[in-house]
C-alpha cells in the first residue's frame, strides 16, 4: 500500500511530552499515530487506552530496590537464605491467621 506523509500542528510542550510517553511505551509518534488511526478506522471510534504509570522508570524501581535493601540491612536482615526468607513468611502468615482467628 502506498504510505503518504501526514503533518499534525500541536504544541512544542505537548509533542514533547508524546514523544517521551510513546519511548516509554516502545515505539515512535509516528507509529502510535498509525496505531490511532488503524484502531479508529477498524472499530469507528477511540477504541483504547494507552496509558503510563506516574514514576514507572527503571530509576523509580532502582530507588525501591535500594530502600529495600537499606531497611533490610539497618533490620540485620540482608544475609538471609531463602529458606530463612520463607520461615519468616510463613511465621508472619501463621500469626496473622491466629490474630485474626482471636478477632473473630
Known sequence: MAQ??????????????????CSQ???SANTAMNIF???VVV????PFEI????????ESWKRAFYA?????RENGL???SLEEIN????QTRAERAEREKVAV
Open 51 to 58: 496509558k503510563a504509570y506516574e514514576d514507572d522508570s527503571a
Open 43 to 46: 472499530y469507528r471510534r477511540i
Open 25 to 27: 511505551f516502545g515505539m
Open 87 to 90: 520461615e519468616e513468611i510463613r
Open 37 to 39: 488511526a488503524n484502531a
Open 4 to 21: 503518504v506523509s501526514m503533518t499534525v500542528r500541536m504544541d512544542a510542550q505537548l509533542k514533547q511530552k508524546f514523544d517521551v510517553l
Open 68 to 72: 529495600l535493601r537499606k531497611q533490610a
Open 78 to 80: 540482608q544475609d538471609m
